[in-house]
């Protein structure tokens, strides 16, 4: 089956580090676009993070509030895409799902695979 | 920054048809995706490239895109349909996700 697996969440004291993971099985991590999302607490979708597959250079790119902060990386050996979150910030408190692109539906450039979702707080 | 508007909420009769903007300039031009997010859950991709549905999402949602106005439809709404919408396209090589629509059926 394919899918998504996070882990890596908790309670972290502001100024923290924490480093989310994302496995993916069924498919390669490095073949597709992979991308960050989170949803703070009665807020909506907030995209942070791409990076590009290896074909597409394998690019990335972040919203402006985590640039310098966060950073988004993959294992191919463990078919694994991570977050490396330094700096942390109370407002960063939100769930974090890792996102596929053009998983299943190979023809489109959609977030059509979606992790269960990890939680993240970030509180003294 | 590219930013996409939404209705805060839209609200609907059981058994009618529910219908949410999502709202640029222009935004005919690009390719417009739609999720549907349920508390607790993961995020649910509903329609992709303006009109097309996955596998497994029931011909009672739908999509239309042109002008300045991509508009997700919900035929025969249920109660199941309740929750948030949101839009979402690719800009300058990034995602940008609307502000998302609660839909309440009543």
């Known amino acids: 089956e394919v899918q998504l697996v996070e882990s890596g969440g908790g309670l972290i004291q502001p100024g923290g580090s924490l480093r989310l993971s994302c496995a993916a099985s069924?498919?390669?991590?490095?073949?597709?676009?992979m991308s960050w999302v989170r949803q703070a607490p009665g807020k909506g979708l907030e995209w942070i993070s791409v990076?590009?597959?290896?074909?597409?250079?394998?690019?990335?790119y972040y919203t402006d509030s985590v640039k310098g902060r966060f950073t988004i990386s993959r294992d191919i050996s463990k078919n694994t895409m991570y977050l490396q979150m330094n700096s942390l910030r109370v407002e960063d408190t939100a769930v974090y799902y890792c996102?596929?692109?053009?998983?299943?539906?190979?023809?489109?450039?959609?977030?059509?695979?979606w992790g269960q979702g990890t939680m993240v707080t970030v509180s003294s | 920054s590219y930013e996409v508007t939404q209705p805060l909420s839209v609200s609907v009769a059981l058994g009618q048809t529910a219908r949410i903007a999502c709202e640029r300039n222009?935004?005919?031009?690009?390719?417009v995706h739609w999720y549907q997010k349920k508390p607790g859950q993961a995020p649910v991709l509903v329609i992709y490239?303006?009109?097309n549905r996955p596998s497994g999402i029931p011909e009672r949602f739908s999509g239309s895109n042109s002008g300045n106005t991509a508009t997700l439809t919900i035929s025969r709404a249920q109660a199941g349909d309740e929750a948030d919408f949101y839009c979402?396209?690719?800009?300058?090589?990034?995602?940008?996700f609307g502000g998302g629509t609660k839909l309440t059926v009543l």
């Open positions: 996102a596929g692109v053009g998983v299943v539906i190979s023809s489109s450039d959609a977030l059509d695979i």
């Open positions: 069924e498919f390669t991590v490095s073949s597709n676009y």
């Open positions: 990076i590009y597959s290896d074909g597409d250079g394998g690019d990335t």
């Open positions: 222009n935004i005919g031009n690009k390719n």
């Open positions: 490239r303006d009109t």
């Open positions: 979402q396209v690719w800009d300058s090589k990034i995602v940008v």
